[in-house]
Every structure is written in structure tokens, then in C-alpha cells.
């Protein structure tokens, strides 16, 4: 049976016209590789709303697999997260102009998440494509932490067998003309997070079998 996989990207924020996650995720929406579609779905970057546009959506696709994707400005690699946490502390207002400070995500709730995704076989399987790719161990505490924490809450408060994770990328090379930081071509990108794609729907073939749909 064919595996689904939602990838989500967001939009534009913090002065950039675009942002690599939306435009890496939509070039692999509707893609089947090995029985597994990938479908991309946009979010805002704007707390809380990017958290409802996700359940949506996961209501929606039904997905075996969630990874949402974001921007890591200044990051020379592709980097997996391990660790979701349940705190909103923004330096910068998100697109709605809100900027939480030292606020809880959500209240009698665990302080942390992992990320069930297999970061390390993924990013083993990156390395061996030649891309640079490496575990980062924060997500932050703007939205792409917040996104990834409401996801890996939502997952466990509906006892769902969704694998769920998080990965950051770096800029794109047009964003990097006026500045001195590290970028990825989107090719390199889209290989990436192909990848991981594949090798976390592959990674468990019971998963589907197992039960806990939400759908
Ligand atoms: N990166 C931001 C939010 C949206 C994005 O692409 C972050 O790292 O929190």
C-alpha cells in the first residue's frame, strides 16, 4: 500500500521574499517515489495559525509521515531536529506581528518532544548523496519550534502512530547575494529532503499496520 508523506514549508518572514522550505516543499508535492507520495502543504509563519493550518492538513491527507520544514538562516547544512520544546520566546514578531515572550506553548504538557523521525539514518543517508546534512539539537523558539511542538503534541495527545519531525534548511543562494551566510541550491535541497522523506516512510513498514490513524 502506497505511504503518504506531508511535508509542510512556510512562508516569507523577517525581510525575505521567499523562503527555501515553501519553495524546496513544493517542488516535491505530488511526487511518488517507492509507493510513497509526498504532498506539500504551505503554513504561515505566524504562531499558533501554522499549528491549525498543519492539524488541517494532516486531517485532510492523512499522512504516515509529517516533516515540516523551515528556514534556518546562517546554517551551512540541512539539519534534522531532535528536540521540540514547549516554550515561545520570539526575537523578531512573526507575519501577525505577535511576539510571545518566555511563554509556554501549552500548559500541563510535557517540556519536550522527540522527533520520531530516524534524524540519524536520514542524515547518514543525506551524507552518502553529498549532502551536507548534521543533527541540530534546538529547533529554537520562534514558530518552527512552535510548529514542531504542536505537531509531536498533537501525534501524542491522539495516541497517533504518525512519525513526526522537524527539519531546518539553509538559505537559498539568491538570499545570500547581500549577505555573508552559507546557502544550498535547491536542487541540493529538494534531494534532501527527498531523502528524508523516503527513508523515514520506509523506515518503519509496520506503521500503517499498527493502527492510531487519525483518519
Ligand atoms: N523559520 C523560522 C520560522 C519560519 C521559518 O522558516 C524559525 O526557524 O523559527
Known amino acids: 500500500m502506497k505511504k503518504k ?6 512562508d516569507p518572514f523577517g525581510g525575505e521574499s521567499i523562503n527555501p522550505s515553501w519553495e524546496t516543499v513544493k517542488q516535491l508535492h505530488g511526487e ?3 509507493e510513497i507520495l509526498i504532498i506539500a502543504e504551505q503554513v504561515p509563519t505566524v504562531f ?3 499549528a491549525l493550518v498543519l492539524k488541517k ?4 491527507h492523512c499522512p504516515d509521515v509529517v516533516i515540516c520544514v523551515g528556514q534556518a538562516g546562517g546554517r551551512p547544512h540541512i539539519t534534522p531536529e531532535r528536540i521540540a520544546i514547549n516554550i515561545d520566546d520570539a526575537r523578531i514578531p512573526d507575519n501577525d506581528g505577535q511576539k510571545p515572550i518566555d511563554e509556554q506553548i501549552s500548559d500541563h504538557a ?5 522527533s520520531s523521525l530516524p534524524i540519524k539514518r536520514i542524515v547518514k543517508q543525506m551524507r552518502e548523496h553529498g549532502i551536507p ?7 529554537g523558539t520562534f514558530v518552527c519550534n512552535h510548529l514542531f511542538y504542536q505537531l ?3 501525534i501524542d495527545r491522539s495516541q497517533s502512530m504518525i512519525k513526526g519531525g522537524f527539519i531546518h534548511i539553509p538559505f537559498l543562494p539568491e538570499q545570500t547575494t547581500d549577505k555573508n551566510e552559507p546557502s544550498l541550491s535547491l536542487d541540493i535541497m529538494i534531494n534532501g529532503l527527498r531523502i528524508a522523506a523516503v527513508t523515514a516512510a520506509s523506515h518503519d513498514i509496520d506503521i500503517r499496520e499498527s493502527g492510531g490513524s487519525l483518519c
Open 5 to 10: 508523506v506531508l511535508l509542510t514549508g512556510f
Open 32 to 34: 511518488t517515489i517507492n
Open 48 to 50: 499558533h495559525q501554522s
Open 57 to 60: 492538513a494532516i486531517q485532510q
Open 110 to 114: 510535557p517540556n519536550a518532544y522527540w
Open 133 to 139: 546534512a548534521s543533527i541540530s539539537n534546538s529547533a
Open 152 to 154: 509531536m503534541h498533537f
